[in-house]
C-alpha cells in the first residue's frame, strides 16, 4: 500500500492518480496498474463503476474496431462486454471486412460489477471513493489533487476523465437540474483548478431517451430484431459470451407522434435558447430529426433490452430533452407504445470539456507537466472512445513515470490513433464520434487483426501479459501455416470445376493454386474445403479458435493486393511522420505561409510534418513551403 506519513497528517501517495470511474477511467487505472506504476482510482460512487450512462450497448460501427483494439493492447472493455452481453451482431456484413464491426448489448447492471470484479482485482491498484475538487500543481506540474472532503491525494501523473460531471447540468423541458448524470450530482469548481493554469474550455451537450417497462409494450405489433450466435465476439483472449441471447425489436414514429412533438417545440431547451452548447451531430435527439428532416413522416425506432433480470428497455432513437408529459404523449402515439409506462423520461445535459489541441499525442497536457486527459472531457462521445484513450493515457501516464518514451499510434497502425490524432491535430467543435470514414487505411484497420497490429507492441512495453502474448504468437503461427499451404498447394480442374461452375464463375483449365481461387468474390473457405479435404484438415490443425484463425487468413489472402496497396501509400507518409518540426520554426515569421496556416500551426504546434498537414486551413503549398525551408 503506498501510504506514505508526515508529522502530522497521513499522506496519499501514487505513481498515477485516475480521476473518474468511467469507460476512460476504468481503462487508465488498470492499464497503469497492470504497468506496474502504484495506481490510485478516485471515483464518486464505486457502485457504478463502468457506469453505461446512456444505450447499454458496446461496438458498432468504427467503434468495434476500437474495443478490439483495446483488447489487443491488454484492456479489458472487450472481456466485459463479452462477458455481460446479451446480443451480438456483426454489423455490416454485407460490405467488405474493412468496415465489419462488432456491436452487442450488455446487462447494464452486470457490466458495472464485471468492471468492479477486474479492477477489485488488478495489483498496484486501489480504489477510492471522493470527488476532486482542486487540481494541485507547482512551477508547471502537476502534484495531485484535493477533494472536496479535504483529503489531498497525490502523484506523480493524474489523469482526468470525469465524463459529463464537470460542472454538468440537465434539462427536461424548462426545468434545468445540476448533475453529472441522472440523480448523481455534478462536479463543482475542477473546471476551474484547471482553466486557471492556461487550459481553455469548452461546453457540449448530449442527451439519452426515455426508460420503458417491458410489461407495457405490445411486442406483437413490433419487428424482432435477434442476434447472431456464431465465434465472433470482441476479445481476442477472453471466454466466449455465456449470458442468454435477448432479441431487439423495431418500429417506427409516425406522423401523430411528430404533430405532438411539434406541439411541444417552444418548450425544448434546444429550440428556446436554454442549451447554447453543440450536441452531437450523428446521435440526435428526436425533435433535432423533425426539425433537421421535416419532409420524413416516420423515423426508426430500437426498443432494446437492459438486462436478463430486468424490466426495463431502451428506446434508441427517441433521445430527448422535451417536456416530460410531451415525451410521453409522442410514446404513446406509436402503436405498439400505446400503453407504455416509463421508468424516467430522456434528458439533456450539458458539461464542460477541454480543448484537445492543448493535449500531445499521449493525451499529457501541453500546458501542465504530468497532467493526461481522456474521455468526453477530450470532446468526444463514445464508451469505446473514451475507453481507447484511457487505454492510451494509462499507458502514457505508467511510461513517463518509468522515465520511458511515449507510446504513440500511427494513423495506419489503429483506430486509437486516427481518434488521437484527429483531436490533438483538428480538435473538435462538435462532439466526436469515431466512424470508418475518418481512416485513411481502413483495409489495414479491420477488427480481425487488432492484434496482429497491437499485441506484440502492447507486449514489449509492459501492458499486454505473457499469456496473451503467448496466445497471440500461436495464433499468428497458425494463420501463416493456412496461408503458407494455400499458396504452395494446387488443385486439378475436376476437383473444382463443378464447384467453380456452381458458384457462377469461370471453371480453370489447369491447376491452380488455393490462394488463386480464394482471390475469387464467390470462392470462399467455407465452399472450397467442402471440395478440396486437404483445405479442410490445415483449418482444423489450428487448436483453438479454427473459425477466427481461418477467417484472417481467408482475409489475407482475399484481400491481399488492397492490402499491400494501401501499406504502400502508408508508408509514403511514413516520410512525413518521421520529420520532426517541434520548435524547429518561429511560425510567425513566415511570411510565405498564409495567415490562416501561421496562426493554426502556431496555435497547436505541431510535432511532424505529416501532422501538420492534417491541421484544417495548412494547404499542400504550405508543406511545401516548410520541406524547402527545411532543405528537403
Not at 492499464?31 to 464518486?44: P, R
Request: include cysteine; charged fraction near 25%; charge should be neutral.
Amino acid at each position: 500500500m503506498p501510504l506514505y506519513f508526515c508529522k502530522k497528517t497521513m499522506k496519499f501517495k501514487y505513481d498515477v492518480l485516475v480521476i473518474g470511474g468511467g469507460h476512460a477511467g476504468c481503462e487508465a487505472a488498470t492499464a497503469a496498474a497492470n504497468m506496474g506504476a502504484d495506481t490510485c482510482l478516485v471515483t464518486m460512487d464505486m457502485n457504478k463503476i463502468g457506469q453505461m450512462s446512456c444505450n447499454p450497448a458496446v461496438g458498432g460501427i468504427a467503434k468495434g474496431q476500437i474495443v478490439r483494439e483495446i483488447d489487443a493492447l491488454g484492456g479489458y472493455m472487450g472481456m466485459v462486454t463479452d462477458a455481460t452481453a446479451i446480443q451480438f451482431r456483426m454489423l455490416n456484413r454485407s460490405k467488405g471486412p474493412a468496415v465489419w464491426s462488432p456491436r452487442a448489448q450488455c446487462d447494464r447492471g452486470k457490466f458495472i460489477w464485471e468492471w468492479r470484479k477486474r479492477l477489485d482485482h488488478t495489483d498496484h491498484l486501489d480504489i477510492f471513493q471522493d470527488q476532486a475538487d482542486e487540481l494541485l500543481t507547482e512551477n508547471g506540474k502537476v502534484l495531485g489533487v484535493r477533494t472536496i472532503w479535504g483529503i489531498c491525494l497525490y502523484a506523480r501523473t493524474v489523469i482526468v476523465t470525469a465524463g459529463t460531471f464537470l460542472n454538468g447540468l440537465m434539462h427536461i423541458g424548462r426545468r434545468k437540474v445540476e448533475g453529472g448524470r441522472c440523480a448523481e450530482p455534478a462536479v463543482h469548481h475542477f473546471t476551474e483548478s484547471i482553466t486557471r493554469h492556461g487550459i481553455r474550455s469548452e461546453r457540449m451537450k448530449t442527451g439519452t431517451p426515455v426508460r420503458i417497462d417491458r410489461r407495457s409494450v405490445h411486442f406483437d405489433e413490433m419487428e424482432s430484431q435477434p442476434g447472431e450466435t456464431d465465434y465472433h465476439q470482441f476479445s481476442f483472449f477472453g471466454p466466449h459470451r455465456q449470458l442468454p441471447q435477448l432479441p431487439c425489436w423495431t418500429c417506427n414514429t409516425n406522423e401523430q407522434v411528430h404533430e405532438v412533438l411539434r406541439s411541444g417545440l417552444a418548450d425544448s431547451p434546444l429550440f428556446n435558447g436554454q442549451i447554447q452548447s453543440t450536441g452531437p451531430r450523428y446521435c440526435p435527439s428526436i425533435e433535432t430529426k423533425l426539425v433537421t428532416f421535416p419532409d420524413k413522416h416516420s423515423h426508426p425506432l430500437f426498443l432494446e433490452p437492459e438486462g436478463t433480470d430486468t424490466n426495463e428497455m431502451y428506446l434508441n432513437g427517441f433521445s430527448s430533452s422535451m417536456p416530460w408529459e410531451v415525451q410521453l404523449e409522442a410514446i404513446h402515439r406509436i402503436p405498439a407504445l400505446r400503453d407504455a409506462k416509463i421508468y424516467r423520461p430522456g434528458y439533456a445535459i450539458e458539461y464542460d470539456y477541454f480543448d484537445p489541441t492543448q493535449l500531445k499525442h499521449s493525451l499529457e497536457s501541453k500546458v501542465i507537466d504530468g497532467l493526461f486527459f481522456a474521455g468526453q472531457v477530450n470532446g468526444t462521445t463514445g464508451y469505446e472512445e473514451a475507453g481507447g484513450q484511457g487505454t492510451v493515457a494509462g499507458i502514457n501516464a505508467a511510461l513517463l513515470c518509468a522515465g520511458k518514451a511515449p507510446f504513440v499510434m500511427n494513423r495506419d497502425e489503429s483506430y486509437i490513433g486516427v481518434l488521437i490524432d484527429d483531436l490533438t491535430t483538428k480538435g473538435v467543435d462538435e462532439p466526436y464520434r469515431m466512424f470508418t470514414s475518418r481512416a485513411e487505411y481502413r483495409i489495414l484497420l479491420r477488427q480481425d487483426d487488432a492484434d496482429a497490429r497491437l499485441t506484440e507492441q502492447a507486449y514489449e512495453i509492459g501492458i499486454a501479459r505473457h499469456d496473451r502474448y503467448e496466445w497471440w504468437l500461436q495464433k499468428k503461427a497458425n494463420i501463416n501455416r493456412i496461408t503458407d499451404f494455400c499458396n504452395n498447394t494446387s488443385v486439378k480442374p475436376d476437383v473444382v470445376n463443378g464447384l467453380l461452375e456452381q458458384l457462377g464463375t469461370s471453371p480453370i483449365k489447369g491447376a491452380a493454386r488455393i490462394t488463386d481461387l480464394v482471390a475469387r468474390p464467390q470462392v470462399n473457405f467455407k465452399n472450397l474445403s467442402a471440395v478440396v479435404p486437404a483445405l479442410k484438415e490445415a483449418i482444423e490443425a489450428s487448436p483453438n479458435r479454427q473459425e477466427e484463425i481461418a477467417e484472417a487468413a481467408e482475409i489475407k489472402l482475399k484481400y491481399k493486393g488492397y492490402i499491400d496497396r494501401e501499406r504502400v501509400f502508408a508508408e509514403k507518409m511514413h516520410r512525413l511522420e518521421d520529420i520532426k518540426i517541434k520548435g524547429y520554426f518561429d511560425y510567425s515569421r513566415l511570411h510565405d505561409l498564409s495567415t490562416e496556416c501561421r496562426q493554426k500551426l502556431e496555435r497547436i504546434q505541431p510535432e511532424t510534418l505529416a501532422q501538420a498537414s492534417r491541421i484544417p486551413g495548412v494547404n499542400p503549398s504550405d508543406i511545401n513551403v516548410l520541406l524547402v525551408l527545411m532543405g528537403r
